[in-house]
């Protein structure tokens, strides 16, 4: 008997893609309005705090010009008549590199060990306990800072400087240097304040990997190490980035924890173990009860511009982590 060929063989028909209707009670328009509206409102808050810096900062702009972007002195009125970020903006972002630099190794091995390698009776205990250091207030991490590790931290700046002065920002800038209120002791204060944050977003990153990848990597008998650099770490790329720059961004507007440890230099140095350092911050909660006029304008222009790179930082790390493979899996 002959079997009809595939021209011959009837076709199934093709069911009609049916539409799906999406109907919402009256609790869901109501609660999406109101979700609605807290976003805009959000976003018209963020948009007015920034009109309202540049406004009240474009007087000492005016008054320096370009120069208020390159000039490392801040000597405004009535002290002086020349001022400028150079130096805050680069003390700025040096204490908050320094900062990321310890925090991140530090952030990525406590999440791998919370979401792969500790017992699950421990799991909640241990996370409690890295959200609770976001709770601590950053007077207390400055207080324990300037009175404590500052002090401690003097023989390790002295070490680096001795043994590794080869690098430039460990090379001693005098013969007798002063070590102590410095921007490497500020950067390793706000590391502690930058590990909840970054451990919390890449620990849930962690934990959206797909269980059938990391259980394909073990029973083709790779070790739990293996897994987590072929499966775990290539997944989560993405959160790891984007919650450093979430981490940066904490780091670039801490204020009072560095105020307490460091002391002011409005110089751009590639040392960081020596005594010196003023991040736009806390120069403006030092100086704003006492300011008026143009030092008033020139403080509230430094704070516009914090603003805008701590903008671009978190929207840098938004876009990240929405265009990862890992961002893509915690997407709701």
Known sequence: MQMPTTEERPQAAIPARRKVVVVRTRSDRVFRRLAASAGGLTLVILALIGVFLFVKGLPAIKDQGLAFFTTQVWNPPPRGTEFGVAAILYWTVVVALIALVIAVPVSIAAALFVTEFAPRRVRRPLTSLIDLLAAVPSLIYGMWGAAYLRPRM?????????????????????????????????????????????????????????????????????TRWGMVRAVVLPFGRGGIIGGSMLGLGRALGETIAILLIVSPLFQIRANIIEAGAIPVAPLIANNFGESSGIALSALLAAGFVLFVVTLLVNVGASTVILRSRSGRGVEI
Request: charged share 10%; proline share 10%; aromatic share 12%.
């Open 154 to 222: 003097v023989g390790i700046s002295a070490w680096l400087g001795r043994y590794l002065s080869f690098l430039p920002i460990f090379k001693p800038t005098t013969a007798f240097p002063i070590y102590g209120p410095s921007a490497f002791v500020a950067g390793v204060v706000v590391s502690l304040m930058v590990v909840p944050i970054v451990t919390s977003v890449v620990r849930e990153v962690f934990s959206q990997v797909p269980p059938g990848e990391k259980e394909g990597a073990l029973a083709l008998g790779g």
